[in-house]
């Protein structure tokens, strides 16, 4: 499914980018809209490597035909500056912002930009712009309170059952359990998350319809004059 997403997000960039070479005396939007969309095209692909770093400190099982346990996950390795959560994190934010920053660009590209790219937007478009802004610091705001939390230690201090919170628990992506390692409440980063991840799937009911790129030909007489031949517009 991912790998479907980054297909699409580099096939919408290459053609935003072909429109803006199609387009004569382009504005300064069209230009920073069609780059958030060429970083939004590389966070997808920066994104899928959420599946390979994660807070796995070691390989929970052997592998097939390996009598021991494979070696240390290279994500606990003291060594590298930014383990466990911290890469993981840092591609998923990346692709949170590149997402969010390609959007607006857009939104503010089809009211402001070029006469040719402008479109007749989505009567919710500009509210849905600004509750998607909200989801965005929310979640990240949730996060970087967590993270600062867990630097100085304190990432289970404000919760009745801390001393218990490294225990086995079921986690559920609904309801928070009653012991948690965590410095925010359960509540809070389920709302967060779920608020994101909501607003952010429901983008494209809201996202500005691109014109279409249209070809014609022209075909002339074979001669030694330039406009002569197939001509496309």
């Known amino acids: ?7 699409f997000l580099w096939r919408y960039t290459i053609l935003v980018n072909m429109r803006l070479k199609l387009l004569q005396n382009t504005y300064l939007i069209d230009r920073i809209a069609a780059l958030f969309n060429n970083v939004h095209a590389l966070s997808g692909s920066v994104f899928l490597l959420i599946f390979l770093a994660g807070p796995i400190k070691e390989y929970a099982v052997p592998m097939p035909g390996e009598p021991h346990p494979m070696p240390p996950y290279p994500a606990s390795n003291p060594a590298i500056p930014l383990g466990n959560w911290a890469w993981h994190t840092v591609a998923f934010f990346f692709f949170v912002i590149a997402s969010y920053l390609g959007f607006v660009f857009t939104y503010i590209e089809s009211k402001y930009g070029h006469p040719s790219v402008r479109t007749r937007l989505h009567p919710f478009a500009t509210f849905y712009t600004i509750v998607l802004t909200i989801a965005n610091l929310f979640m990240m705001i949730v996060y ?3 993270g600062a939390a ?3 230690g304190d990432y289970g ?3 009745p059952n801390a001393e218990t919170c490294n225990e086995s628990v079921i986690p559920s992506v609904f309801h928070a ?4 390692c965590s410095y925010l409440s359960g509540q809070t980063v389920i709302v ?4 994101w991840f909501l607003t952010f799937i ?4 809201f996202i500005p319809p691109e014109l279409p790129i249209t070809e014609s030909y022209q075909i002339g007489e074979l ?5 002569d031949g197939i001509q496309m517009h």
């Open 192 to 195: 967060a998350n779920w608020f």
């Open 1 to 7: 499914m991912n790998s479907f997403i980054v297909y």
């Open 223 to 227: 001669g030694d004059g330039e406009a």
């Open 177 to 180: 359990s009653d012991v948690y």
């Open 144 to 146: 970087i309170i967590q």
């Open 150 to 152: 867990s630097a100085t």
């Open 202 to 205: 429901a983008a494209p009911f």
């Open 157 to 159: 201090s404000n919760n």
